[in-house]
């Protein structure tokens, strides 16, 4: 998966649905920011960081599984 492509987009959707808890979920614009920095709030950013390594670890759990 990379930053910015069409399963990239779909996890931080689903991010945003599961993180729904009042924070202020804001994207930050992928031209002005360095790389592994997604959200305006740091605290965000962290999480969807945390998210997006426990989704590529169960992808590649079920990969092996195969």
């Known amino acids: 998966?990379?930053?910015?492509?069409?399963?990239f987009y779909d996890l931080m959707y689903h991010f945003?649905?599961?993180v729904a808890f009042g924070m202020c979920i804001e994207?930050?614009?992928r031209k002005q920011?360095?790389?592994?920095?997604f959200?305006?709030?740091g605290t965000v950013n962290s999480l969807f960081c945390s998210y997006m390594t426990g989704y590529q670890f169960g992808k590649s759990i079920a990969k092996d599984g195969e």
Not at 33 to 37: A, Q
């Open 1 to 7: 998966m990379k930053a910015g492509d069409k399963e």
């Open 16 to 18: 945003e649905k599961d």
């Open 27 to 29: 994207r930050e614009d």
């Open 33 to 37: 920011v360095p790389p592994g920095v």
């Open 39 to 41: 959200y305006c709030n």
